[in-house]
């Protein structure tokens, strides 16, 4: 498994861009896709976004497509989210997770990732 690091979360405004960061050790980072999800207060963990191993393959949400780009540095052993024009309905705890195999039916799957960070809050207030 890879320990995972979330950081950039915290308080803005609706319309407002935000950077969130994962760093990861402990393993080959370049050997895990990666993925970003959400939740948020009595809700089910959602997925955001997903990275390949190499970047070469991307999949969003609905919610995130147009807004938010997820990308990697397998040099730096980071992936990062940037999310555009948030809104306070992306307010939620993001979390970064990892799995060393992809499933095109299975990666929304929360269950599907084996190691996860702790989560950063993000909050967009109106």
């Known amino acids: 498994q890879v320990r995972l690091v979330e950081s950039g979360g915290g308080l803005v405004q609706a319309g407002d861009s935000m950077r969130l960061s994962c760093a990861a050790s402990g393993s080959t980072f370049s050997g895990y896709i990666m993925a970003w999800f959400r939740q948020a207060p009595g809700k089910e963990r959602e997925f955001v976004a997903l990275?390949?191993?190499?970047?070469?393959?991307?999949h969003y949400a609905d919610s995130a497509k147009g807004r938010c780009t997820i990308s990697r540095d397998n040099a730096e052993n980071t992936v990062d989210l940037l999310m555009d024009s948030l809104r306070p309905e992306d307010s939620a705890v993001y979390f970064c997770a990892a799995s060393p195999t992809y499933s095109a039916s299975t990666y929304k799957q929360p269950a599907k990732y084996n190691s996860w960070g702790q989560g950063t809050q993000v909050t967009v207030s109106s």
């Open positions: 990275i390949d191993w190499n970047g070469g393959r991307t």
